[in-house]
Every structure is written in C-alpha cells, then in structure tokens.
C-alpha cells in the first residue's frame, strides 16, 4: 500500500507516522527531506525551512527531482504537507504530476485543535516555524482538506483524517493502523 500522511507543520504527523512505521515494519520517506536534500545540492538552501522562501518555479523544479527520486524508492508511506503556506498564498504540496507518480492509495490528514498546534510550534526550538494565530491554522488546516479532496479526485485514493490531540498520539496510530 502507498500512503502520503499529511498535515499542518507543528500536528505531529511525524510523530504519528514512527508509531505506524515501528508497528508495522515500514519505511516512511519525508518529500520535504527529499527536497531539503536536492535544494541544499544546488546550493539554493542551508536550512530546509527556507525552500518555502524561493520562488514557486523553483520550488516546482525541487518538487519535481524529489517526486523523481521517491518514486525510485519504490513502495513507501510518503510524510509531507498538502499545502504549503507561502507569502503568494498556499501552494499544493503535491502537484498533479507529482500525485501520478506516487499513485497513492490512501490519504491521511493529521490534525489537531490550532491551540494545541501553535502551543507545539511555540515549543519547537528545532525548527524556524510562522507564528501564525489560530485563525490561520485553522485556515490552513481547512485547505488541506479541500486540496486533500482535489488529490483523491485525481487518484482514487481514500482521504482519512486522523486527529492528534495532546495526550493522544497513541490514538492516532491506532487509527492509521486501522486503514490498513
């Protein structure tokens, strides 16, 4: 089975994504790391938070080399995000293009309350995060279901949303381990 697990940045979808992976023995690829790595290769980055920075024809060409060398992986669980919130407005994740090529089986969205999301963010000194207000991750959270919709539109894909709330990521593996 493929799988892309998707999710606002701060949600913990990484965090639900190793309690998956160590149950059942898969490999997960993080399209944002793959990117990173291919980004930082043609020297336009030193951290992978400033991908986000460039301009989208660069961020499609980096998207397109990542969705080339995941595919190459061939069967993984694929953790990124649905959209990407940039200064021009939000960005899909995963282009059409790029969909076709990892031909997805399912779709799952992590999501949590934005209270609980901007507390994580704001205890996260790994990552150079937005301080976005609650508002906006609820805006962005809304998105990505809507573009998660578009995604199993063009695929076929099931979307399953799956939430993390505080105290509860052992809940949410359970529920993706459920669709499998």
């Not at 938070?49 to 190459?72: F, G, H, N, P, T």
Request: charged letters at 30%; proline letters at 3%.
């Amino acid at each position: 089975m493929r799988m892309v697990v998707s999710g606002v940045p701060g949600v913990g979808k990484t965090s639900v994504m190793e309690g998956v992976a160590k149950e059942k023995g898969l490999s997960i690829v993080n399209y944002g790391s793959v990117m990173f790595e291919v980004a930082k290769s043609q020297g336009l980055v030193e951290n992978r938070d400033q991908i986000r920075k460039l301009s989208v024809e660069k961020q499609r060409d980096i998207q397109e080399a990542a969705a080339q060398k995941i595919y190459e992986m061939g069967d993984v669980i694929v953790d990124t995000h649905c959209t990407i919130k940039t200064h021009g407005g939000f960005y899909p994740g995963l282009p059409e293009w790029v969909l076709r090529k990892l031909k997805p089986d399912r779709i799952i969205l992590v999501e949590a309350t934005p209270d609980e999301i901007a507390k994580r963010r704001a205890k996260d000194a790994s990552r150079i995060r937005d301080e976005d207000k609650e508002r906006e991750i609820s805006e962005h959270q809304m998105m990505n279901r809507y573009v998660a919709m578009a995604y199993s539109m063009l695929t076929g894909a099931s979307v399953k949303i799956v939430f993390n709330h505080d105290d509860g990521l052992e809940d949410a593996i359970m529920e993706v381990l459920d669709v499998f």
